[in-house]
């Protein structure tokens, strides 16, 4: 949701949504534990990305989801809570 959100494609309360996880008992906000660059490391090894591209899938809306590209700016800035 925060990675649809930098890019413009909706705009998600992620506060609410973050409550709502943890009202159910999930962890949220675990990569703060993580080394960023280790984590965006092993993003470049996931199934959906191509040649070094980290490729996700993105929630611009309820039951839309959508893969795309995303540049590794994006998601260091989404990590540090940019």
Same mark, same amino acid.
């Given at each position: !949701?925060? $990675?649809? #959100?930098?890019?413009? *494609? ?13 009202? *159910?008992?999930?962890p949220v906000n675990k990569h703060k534990d993580l080394s960023?660059?280790?984590? +965006?490391?092993? !993003? ?9 591209? +980290?490729? !996700?899938? *993105?929630?611009p809306e309820t039951g839309k989801p959508m893969i795309a590209?995303?540049?590794?700016? $994006? +998601?260091? #800035? $989404? *990590?540090?809570?940019?």
């Amino acid at each position: !949701m925060k $990675v649809s #959100n930098a890019l413009q *494609l909706s705009a998600w309360d992620v506060e609410s949504e973050e409550k709502w996880l943890k009202d *159910l008992g999930y962890p949220v906000n675990k990569h703060k534990d993580l080394s960023h660059k280790e984590l +965006i490391e092993t !993003m470049k090894k996931d199934k959906k990305s191509s040649k070094g591209q +980290i490729r !996700m899938v *993105l929630l611009p809306e309820t039951g839309k989801p959508m893969i795309a590209a995303v540049e590794e700016k $994006v +998601i260091q #800035n $989404v *990590l540090a809570d940019k």
